[in-house]
């Protein structure tokens, strides 16, 4: 079964507009990691948080890790037609490693 | 990336034939995974091997299913007999060791089953 929750599962949004996904787990969390697929492209990573209440940000993307270490976010402040994908997470619960991906955020960018 | 290579990029079988994927990763790997995707179930892991070894193949979905990997260059992933719910993207990815332990997937194999 899902291990995480990630919502929404899709997203369309006006180009300039921003946009987040989250990514939510009932058992707490090592690290968590993010993931880009874009449209019949393979996933590549993004990030790996590790921290309570780890903030990274690159360029446009910011990443959150909750204080609790049990959810995650990824916001995208202004977006492009460059950010059309899916978006996913895949947490790590120590032993079992980053194996288990969320279904992932299918976001839709209209310019 | 680079890193993984695998084939056929796509396949096209009538249901009954054998189908085999291959995955061929770059030196210096540590842990090789086998994933499919669909637009129902997502990204599914199906199995994978830590130093050529099988840790984990919970997620092979019958007997139909079975996967090797006779060394640390060659990864195989066989369907036997395959069946039109098996028609999917099915990934190869690696882990390389290091902190983040971040997966590199090749660019996948879509498989159609007729």
């Known amino acids: 079964g899902q291990q995480v929750m990630q919502i929404p599962q899709y997203q369309h949004v006006q180009e300039g507009e921003d946009f987040t996904t989250y990514c939510n787990s009932s058992t707490t969390l090592s690290n968590i990691q993010w993931y880009k697929q874009r449209p019949g492209g393979h996933p590549v990573f993004l990030i790996q948080?590790?921290?309570?209440?780890e903030v990274k940000k690159q360029k446009r993307l910011t990443f959150q890790f909750g204080e609790a270490k049990k959810n995650s976010s990824l916001h995208i402040t202004a977006t492009q037609t460059t950010d059309v994908g899916t978006y996913f997470c895949a947490p790590n619960r120590g032993s079992q490693g980053n194996l288990i991906f969320g279904k992932g955020t299918k976001l839709s960018v209209k310019p | 990336d680079a890193g993984v290579i695998q084939s056929p990029r796509h396949e096209v079988t009538e249901m009954g034939q054998e189908v085999t994927l291959r995955c061929k990763p770059i030196s210096g790997h540590n842990s090789l995974f086998w994933y499919r995707q669909t637009m129902m179930r997502g990204l599914e892991l199906l199995i994978y091997?830590?130093?050529?070894?099988?840790?984990?193949d919970s997620g092979m979905p019958e007997d139909r299913f079975s996967a090797k990997m006779p060394n640390a260059s060659f990864s195989t992933l066989k369907i036997q007999p395959s069946e039109p719910r098996d028609s999917a993207v099915y990934f190869c990815a690696i882990t390389l060791g290091g902190n983040t332990g971040e997966l590199f997937f090749g660019e996948g194999s879509r498989l159609t089953v007729l």
């Open positions: 948080l590790v921290k309570s209440g």
């Open positions: 091997f830590n130093n050529n070894v099988p840790i984990d």
